[in-house]
């Protein structure tokens, strides 16, 4: 059974970074295209940025130039290297397969509050 875990989410100020990382077990890991996902109250989950096997990536225009994501195949851990966050950027921040992975729940998320 797939498990997906994310972390480093928290509190930052408007032009500030934080970098997200996520864990998933279960799987074989390197052969999926991994995606972050973000999801706001009242609004569905969309995502945001997405590596495929060949760290090829994929950005959505709201994101580019300011996210960057990453991969290690070694750890089974996809990163997200958010800069420039805006309050626009405020989510709970997911990592799941793209597309998501069958028969697998969402992990709990990691949330990213930006505030002066």
């Known amino acids: 059974q797939v498990r997906l875990v994310e972390s480093g989410g928290g509190l930052v100020q408007p032009g500030g970074s934080l970098r997200l990382s996520c864990t998933v077990s279960g799987s074989i890991f390197s052969i999926y295209t991994m995606g972050w996902y973000r999801q706001v109250p009242g609004k569905k989950r969309e995502m945001i940025t997405s590596?495929?096997?060949?760290?090829?990536?994929y950005y959505a225009d709201s994101v580019k130039g300011r996210f960057t994501i990453s991969r290690d195949n070694a750890k089974d851990t996809v990163s997200l290297q958010m800069n420039n966050l805006g309050p626009e950027d405020a989510a709970v921040y997911y990592c799941?397969?793209?597309?998501?992975?069958?028969?697998?729940?969402w992990g709990q998320g990691t949330q990213v509050t930006v505030s002066s």
């Open positions: 799941n397969a793209d597309p998501p992975f069958e028969y697998t729940e």
């Open positions: 590596i495929q096997s060949d760290d090829s990536t």
